[in-house]
T-cell receptor
């Protein structure tokens, strides 16, 4: 199956903990994204990688750090989570020369 | 930077009726336009994409209209059914796809409820 996969589906943690989310795409794309979707469904781009290189880094707190081992994988680590980090984190991918992005199912983070 | 406004935020229609969603954007250089559907607990599903040289595109009960003069994009779902209940997002992107500045700007979403 070719798609964008994300793990875990849900994660509940406490303030100050560290969390990591994983994203893998089997679409053969070379560009991947992390988006944050808040409780009002607003979508904001956080990071973008092309072939393991960071190309977009929006203004996000420094406790967020993306990591890419190869063009098919993009992870997101949040060091010392805060309550405002509660959201759905969506991963997406596309071909560098193409316009359409394809999204994973998201990881819902709840910070208590 | 680009600003996208989407309305209405909530829309309720009866089964068989049409649902109409509008987005307006600000940057005349915007080149690509997208509609996504997000069902509860799921990611975004690409419904349709159009390039700026297209005024109208129809696929499987969906009609997208693009008015570049007014910078307006619309989605019409004809004969809506309960399975169409979801949040719908418009998104726009610039022409320069092979640059680090290429990114989507999303509307705020429209929560559609189709009543049987």
């Amino acid at each position: 199956e070719t798609a964008v996969f994300q793990t875990p589906n849900y994660h509940v943690t406490q303030v100050g903990n560290e969390v990591s989310f994983n994203c893998k795409q089997t679409l053969g794309h070379d560009t991947m994204y992390w988006y944050k979707q808040d409780s009002k469904k607003l979508l904001k781009i956080m990071f973008s990688y092309n072939n393991k290189q960071l190309i977009v880094n929006e203004t996000v707190p420094r406790r967020f750090s993306p990591q890419s081992s190869d063009k098919a994988h993009l992870n997101l680590r949040i060091k010392s989570v805060e309550p405002e980090d509660s959201a759905v984190y969506l991963c997406a991918s596309r071909d560098w020369g193409s316009y359409e992005q394809y999204f994973g199912p998201g990881t819902r983070l709840t910070v208590l | 930077g680009e600003q996208v406004e989407q309305r209405p935020p909530h829309l309720s229609v009866r089964e068989g009726d049409s649902a109409f969603i509008i987005c307006t954007y600000t940057d005349s250089a915007t080149a690509y336009f997208y509609w996504y559907k997000q069902e509860p607990g799921a990611g975004l599903q690409l419904l349709m994409s159009v390039f700026s040289n297209v005024d109208r595109k129809e696929e499987q009960g969906l009609t997208v209209l693009l008015n570049k003069k007014d910078k307006r994009l619309s989605l019409n779902l004809t004969a809506a059914h309960p399975g169409d209940s979801a949040v719908y997002f418009c998104a726009v992107s610039p022409l320069a796809v092979n640059t680090g500045n290429y990114k989507y700007v999303f509307g705020a979403g429209t929560r559609l409820k189709v009543i049987a």
